[in-house]
């Protein structure tokens, strides 16, 4: 167990949930080989906090397959040390290129270069806002604390100017700071994910036999803003997922019901005046294995 000191955890915290959380990145990443075992230390590496979400890089390609498997045990560790009162962490994901770039550097590293009109390593504090950082801390008589919380808020401040520097703007969800290419922060972006996804369900179960082309121009009526995130492979996911729904739901021999007319009008994209008894028995003969109820077939005899 980290030791940790609450009275100067409470102290920055009233400087504000920004800082705060600015403050506990650094925590974590100056004693990341003391939270997690020393081969996930070796290849996973802590970028940032964003709304409860812990951003990593991952030095090999092969070892992100393995992160899921151990998103669990990192996220334990984290919240039995800094997250007690409240989870601090609640999943983590794989930082994108421009989250790890602008990052602030540990103590006596060099920065990382970005490929920004403006780089971090090119952006210097004027005085006065070293010196309102050095207010700050000048609130910690204890010399090791009051550096570590400088060095926290020197950080923040820099990280918040490049940002500035390079024209990021606010998500258009919440108030984190986003590069002009992008609408949303990664974690707004995955719930609008979500929410589109959600909606494509609606949009197959009232019009199960849409054509993938026509369930995206209907979508994107409704959320014209997801139209890079609204691809032919997107839409056929979505249709997958929502049979795949239906049909654990479904008992095979339960060919008149209303959740089977929608199962099969989906799978075979044909709208209710082209479906026979013949197609409808050999889509579900098609998907039995996604039945909740497997079909007996008689085996035919040998002769």
Known sequence: MIEIDQVLHEQIRSFGATTYKTFLCSEIIN??????????AAQVKP???????????????AFKDQLKFLAEEIIDAINENFGKEEPLVKEIRIAKSFQVDDMPPK????????????????VTLTDEEIKRCEKQAEKFSDAEFRTTVLNALL??????????ANK????????????????????????????MVKKLFDIFYDTPWLKTQDAQKLLLKQMPHMRSECTLDAIDSARTSL?????SHIRFGDEESADVLKLVMLEK???????TPAIIRRALIDLQFNLSEQPKFKTRKQA
């Open 243 to 247: 049979i795949q729904n239906l049909a």
């Open 269 to 275: 994209r044909l709208p209710p005046d082209k479906l």
């Open 107 to 122: 103590k006596n590293q060099p920065a990382q270069v970005d490929e920004a009109s403006v780089k971090l390593e090119d």
């Open 31 to 40: 004693n990341w080989s003391e939270l997690v075992d020393e081969s996930i």
């Open 168 to 195: 990021w703007h606010k998500c258009a969800k919440c108030n984190t700071l986003c590069p002009p290419a992008e609408m949303f922060c990664e974690v707004c972006r995955i719930k609008e994910r979500k929410t």
């Open 155 to 164: 950080s923040q401040a820099k990280a918040q100017k490049f940002r500035f």
């Open 47 to 61: 970028v940032g906090i964003e709304h409860n979400t812990l951003l990593v890089s991952v030095k090999s390609s």
